[in-house]
Each structure stands twice: as structure tokens, then as C-alpha cells.
T-cell receptor
Framework: AAGVIQSPRHLIKEKRETATLKCYPI?????VYWYQQGPGQDPQFLIS???????DKGSIPDRFSAQQFSDYHSELNMSSLELGDSALYFC?????????????FGDGTRLSIL | SQKIEQNSEALNIQEGKTATLTCNYT??????LQWYRQDPGRGPVFLLL?????KEKRKERLKVTFDTTLKQSLFHITASQPADSATYLC????????????FGSGTQLTVLP
């Protein structure tokens, strides 16, 4: 079965640079979620989109923005990167039209800030 | 304050035994709860979902219970195998939310051969 695809798998940036992470949800899933997982931490919700509209916002810094496109893929844009942004960034997708559907996660993008 | 606590950071059990992991929450009204498995450097893998009006769900060697009075979910792995060694995360979806997951801190399970 198709899974959530994230790219790139690894990304190395320097402070104050920008980064773009991409997420391709499972086919026919209409909702995308972004999570950040720091070393030894549990995943923290950043932002979600349903049918290309932002549906909720969590602990996402103002330096970050995201969007969902017409083909349902999503991109997380990160600017003025800081050392503390080093983390695993996960995207998850679900089919919200059906009640109580689980979220399925990609394998994440490991972002390292030097 | 709102909290989701999982019983311990690490749990070691002998192969063939039943592993029981605990998830307790305070000051949440969950619509449903999910259990995930996470291996190092990988994304969480969905295991089971249980709704607020359900008491128990099973899938193969896995069983989850949900007690909204005790505000607790138990996750059982029967006939455990070394391949079951991983971190297990419980996650809540709060009623009326946009369905984002709020995770517990996880329990690292090691099944000893």
C-alpha cells in the first residue's frame, strides 16, 4: 500500500538559511498534519490542512509557514533557521471525511542546523 | 494543566510474556485514542485506534482498552517477541479539535530473548 512520502530524508542547513520540506500524502487522503520531534521528545503538532485550507495551528514559529496544494501535497517552509530547529519533521495524512480515521506518518525529514 | 503520561520510560520483559503499557491523561476530553510504534529514526506506525465509547479493541496479538472514568488506556502485546522491541506512543485526539494528535512521552519496550 502507498504510504506518506517525505522529501528530502535528510537536510543540512546553516543558521539563518531557509529550508523547504515536502510531503506527499496517501492517495485520497485530504488532510495533512506536520509534527516536529526533537531528540528524545515526543512529536509536537505544528499545523494541519484540510482540503487545502489551514485547519489548525499548534506550536509553529512565525518563521515557519506551510501550505497544501491542489494535488494535496504540502510544503513546510522554514526561514531564519536556528540551531533549535534541528529535529525530525514528520508529515501525517488522514481521510477526514470518514469519521475517526487514524493518521499515517511518513518517515520524516531529519533537519540539522550547523 | 493537561498531561499525557505513559507508565515508564523503559520496560523490559522476557520473550513470550505479555507486555502491558499504560497511558494516563488529565484535563483532556478525548474523542479517541491511538497507539503507535516508533523505531529509531523512523516515523510512528499506526497500530490501533479506540473511540471514547469503546472499551476494548483487538488486532492479532495486540489489545487496547480505554477507561474514560479512570482516564486511562492500557496497551497489551501478548506472546511478545524481540521484534516487538520499539518505543510505543499513545496519542489523543481531543473532542472538537481539528484532529491533531497530542502524544505521550512514549515507553521504550525491550523484549529479551
Amino acid at each position: 500500500a502507498a504510504g506518506v512520502i517525505q522529501s528530502p530524508r535528510h537536510l543540512i542547513k546553516e543558521k539563518r538559511e531557509t529550508a523547504t520540506l515536502k510531503c506527499y500524502p496517501i492517495p485520497r487522503h485530504d488532510t495533512v498534519y506536520w509534527y516536529q520531534q526533537g531528540p528524545g521528545q515526543d512529536p509536537q503538532f505544528l499545523i494541519s490542512f484540510y482540503e487545502k485550507m489551514q485547519s489548525d495551528k499548534g506550536s509553529i514559529p512565525d518563521r515557519f509557514s506551510a501550505q497544501q496544494f491542489s494535488d494535496y501535497h504540502s510544503e513546510l517552509n522554514m526561514s531564519s533557521l536556528e540551531l533549535g530547529d534541528s529535529a525530525l519533521y514528520f508529515c501525517a495524512s488522514s481521510r477526514t471525511g470518514e469519521s475517526n480515521q487514524p493518521q499515517h506518518f511518513g518517515d520524516g525529514t531529519r533537519l540539522s542546523i550547523l | 494543566s493537561q498531561k499525557i503520561e505513559q507508565n515508564s520510560e523503559a520496560l523490559n520483559i522476557q520473550e513470550g510474556k505479555t507486555a502491558t503499557l499504560t497511558c494516563n491523561y488529565t484535563n483532556y476530553s478525548p474523542a479517541y485514542l491511538q497507539w503507535y510504534r516508533q523505531d529509531p529514526g523512523r516515523g510512528p506506525v499506526f497500530l490501533l485506534l479506540i473511540r471514547e465509547n469503546e472499551k476494548e479493541k483487538r488486532k492479532e496479538r495486540l489489545k487496547v482498552t480505554f477507561d474514560t472514568t479512570l482516564k486511562q488506556s492500557l496497551f497489551h502485546i501478548t506472546a511478545s517477541q524481540p521484534a516487538d522491541s520499539a518505543t510505543y506512543l499513545c496519542a489523543l485526539v481531543v473532542s472538537g479539535s481539528a484532529r491533531q494528535l497530542t502524544f505521550g512521552s512514549g515507553t521504550q519496550l525491550t523484549v529479551l530473548p
